[in-house]
């Protein structure tokens, strides 16, 4: 958890708070279409929902810009409304999205959380990386959405096992990074993507206070940049994965450093680049990514 996602909750209580209230009627279980409206809390959540849902459901994202910070965002009175209209919600949980899991509380609409399908239980929060826990959510999204509008539960359930096909495959190329690259070691400034780099069998050697402090949006140690620094200085590591949503100059300087040492830099984001509207699509590059830093090493 976030020092900064923390202020900024406190920042935005009143908007929170009037997501909440105004979610406690009775949800309309279609938008302005006669669909089935689905709201998501970041296009991320958005992405596997439309993959969903098709042409029989529409899917509102909150969260969209590709450079911001998914945890400093407060909901507007749009977003009021539209979750209040919702007939699913679809969101991270953990705290990481809390002000959709505040609305969730008191809204009728069917509720998917990821990490309420993440096993085993962690403290990384961020589950979109956990590709398998996605393909859960798929599954609970076409669920949700069959018994909101059984009509077109066929086309529902036909789309998340093709979802989940398509995810297959890119689970498969991520750990043939690791088969390819037995023991590799990366230093991530933040555990953002730490669950695709397990599942590509890359181990973060980054030091713990160094990532726990960057997570938190305040400076590390002087004698914790030191370490990571060293460890990329010194080739110790076979690439650097850096959260480019949150950089500030204690990461640049560590992306410069593994430049000089001809390390390198995999950069990462906490919702859909600029350009890119599908999950799948998103995941399979950042996997190619790190293949492509891998195979690029001395």
């Not at 029989?56 to 977003?79: C, I, K, M, R, Y």
Request: aromatic content about 4%.
């Amino acid at each position: 958890m976030r020092i900064r996602h923390r202020l900024a909750q406190v920042v935005g209580a009143t908007a929170v708070a009037a997501l909440a209230l105004t979610a406690c009627g009775t949800a309309a279980s279609e938008s302005g279409d006669g669909k089935p409206a689905i709201v998501a809390s970041t296009d991320v959540y958005g992405a596997v929902a439309k993959a969903v849902a098709g042409d029989d459901a529409s899917v509102t994202s909150l969260f969209t810009n590709p450079t911001g910070d998914p945890h400093e965002f407060e909901p507007s009175a749009q977003d009021t409304l539209k979750v209040k209209k919702a007939a699913v919600l679809v969101y991270n949980g953990g705290h990481y999205d809390a002000y959709m899991e505040k609305a969730a509380e008191g809204a009728s609409a069917a509720k998917v959380d990821a990490v309420a399908l993440h096993a085993p239980k962690g403290d990384n929060e961020h589950v979109f990386y956990d590709l398998p826990t996605m393909q859960k959510v798929a599954g609970a999204v076409a669920k949700a959405l069959s018994d909101k509008d059984s009509a077109h539960r066929e086309g529902y359930e036909s789309r998340a096992k093709a979802f989940s096909t398509k995810l297959d495959a890119v689970i498969a190329q991520a750990r043939a990074i690791g088969h390819a690259n037995p023991g590799a070691k990366i230093a991530a400034t933040e555990p953002v993507a730490g669950y695709l780099l397990t599942l590509a069998g890359l181990t973060d050697v980054a030091p713990a206070r160094y990532t726990a402090a960057i997570e938190s949006g305040t400076d590390p140690a002087p004698a914790d940049i030191a370490a990571a620094n060293a460890l990329v200085s010194g080739k110790q590591v076979s690439a650097v994965v850096l959260n480019s949503q949150t950089e500030s100059p204690v990461t640049t300087a560590l992306a410069k450093t593994a430049d000089t040492a001809g390390v390198p830099v995999v950069k990462v984001t906490e919702s859909l680049p600029a350009g890119v509207d599908d999950y799948v699509t998103w995941q399979a590059g950042n996997v190619k990514s790190l293949s492509d830093a891998l195979a690029s090493r001395p």
